[in-house]
Nanobody
C-alpha cells in the first residue's frame, strides 16, 4: 500500500503563486509515474500534470502549460506542483496520484490517491 498526503493549498489572489507538495509513504519503491489532478465544484476530476519516475518526462493540461511545473524528489518521496499566475479558474481540490506499473508489460497494476488540498483563487 501507498499513502499520499497533500499540503500547500490555500487562498491566494489572482496572479499569485502556490506550491503544492505530496508526500508518499508505505511501499514507495513500487511507485512509478506520479501526477496531480484537480476537481472543481460541479466538474469532473481532470489531469493537471504528470511525470515519470525520474522526473525527466512531464506532461501538462493545456490550461496550465507555461504556468505550472511538476517535479519530484524521489529521495524525499515527494512530488511538487509549482503554480504561478493563478486565476480563479484554477480553484479546485488538487489530488495527488501515484501509479504502480507492472514490470515488463507496462500495464497499470495499482493506483493511489491522496485526499486532496483545496486551492482557492480570488479575483
Amino acid at each position: 500500500q501507498v499513502q499520499l498526503v497533500e499540503s500547500g493549498g490555500g487562498l491566494v489572489q489572482a496572479g499569485g503563486s502556490l506550491r503544492l507538495s505530496c508526500a508518499a509513504s508505505g511501499r514507495t519503491l513500487s511507485i512509478g509515474p506520479m501526477a496531480w489532478f484537480r476537481q472543481a465544484p460541479g466538474k469532473e476530476r481532470g489531469l493537471v500534470a504528470e511525470t515519470n519516475w525520474s522526473g525527466g518526462r512531464t506532461d501538462y493540461a493545456d490550461s496550465v502549460k507555461g504556468r505550472f511545473t511538476i517535479s519530484r524528489d524521489n529521495a524525499k518521496n515527494t512530488v511538487y506542483l509549482q503554480m504561478n499566475s493563478l486565476n480563479p479558474e484554477d480553484t479546485a481540490v488538487y489530488h495527488c496520484n501515484a501509479r504502480v506499473i507492472e514490470p515488463g508489460t507496462g500495464l497499470l497494476r495499482e493506483e493511489y490517491w491522496g485526499k486532496g488540498t483545496l486551492v482557492t483563487v480570488s479575483s
